[in-house]
């Protein structure tokens, strides 16, 4: 009888641990693959940007547009150096949103 109530108590606790811990590991692998898509898209975007690397562009973020030319880009962040100043600014690839090569000199195709 002693033996039957304290496996009615241990038991369950027991199998709630267990499944604590299987809950913990689906947690930690499902943060795994969404570091791993984000770093995915950061790579996708450095080489984009590389395309534009000597080229005046404009540069959009949520918040502002950037003309300048593309310097550098280095891991996640962009190096650009904008018209009429001689300091350079740099961006992080996660903020932009569009960037398109300046127009300058250009005919408009209407």
Request: one cysteine or more.
């Amino acid at each position: 009888m002693e033996y039957s109530a304290g496996a009615a108590v241990f038991i369950p606790i027991f199998i709630i641990l267990v499944m604590e811990e299987q809950y913990r590991r689906m947690e930690t692998h499902r943060r795994i693959l969404i570091k791993r898509k984000r770093m995915r898209g950061a790579i996708i975007m450095n080489e984009v940007v590389k395309t534009f690397i000597g080229k005046e562009c404009i540069i959009s973020t949520i918040n502002a547009n950037i003309t300048g030319i593309i310097e550098a880009v280095d891991e996640n962040w962009v190096s650009i150096r904008p018209r009429n100043k001689s300091c350079v600014e740099l961006m992080n690839t996660d903020h932009i949103s569009r960037i398109r090569e300046h127009p300058r000199n250009k005919t408009a195709a209407n």
